[in-house]
Nanobody, 116 residues
């Protein structure tokens, strides 16, 4: 059974940093691209970052380029999102995602709140 568990969310001041983790099980981690999304109240879910299965290519939303870094540890079946220079507008529930065809799997999310 595919399972994704996010952790690492917290309340942080503007300019601060957080590292989110997405622990996975139930599928061959090295065979799939991993994604991080976020959703703020009243807003659409937004793709934040993607990393290929090999870990050699990454893609970011324009709003986070240069501040966020997606990575993965294939030995630990875990994906990460390093978030630096956080802004109030980064406040959202952050979710990791994997498409194991034909199903799209999501974790429960981890809340990031950026506020002074």
């Amino acid at each position: 059974q595919v399972r994704l568990v996010e952790s690492g969310g917290d309340l942080v001041q503007p300019g601060g940093s957080l590292r989110l983790s997405c622990a996975t099980q139930g599928f061959t981690f090295t065979s799939y691209h991993m994604k991080w999304y976020r959703q703020a109240p009243g807003k659409e879910r937004e793709l934040v970052a993607l990393i290929t299965k090999e870990g050699d290519n990454t893609t970011y939303a324009d709003s986070v380029k240069g501040r966020f870094t997606i990575s993965r540890d294939n030995a630990k079946n875990t994906a990460y999102l390093q978030m630096d220079s956080l802004k109030a507008e980064d406040t959202a529930n952050y979710l990791c995602n994997v498409l194991v065809w034909p199903n799209d799997y999501w974790g429960q999310g981890t809340q990031v709140t950026v506020s002074s």
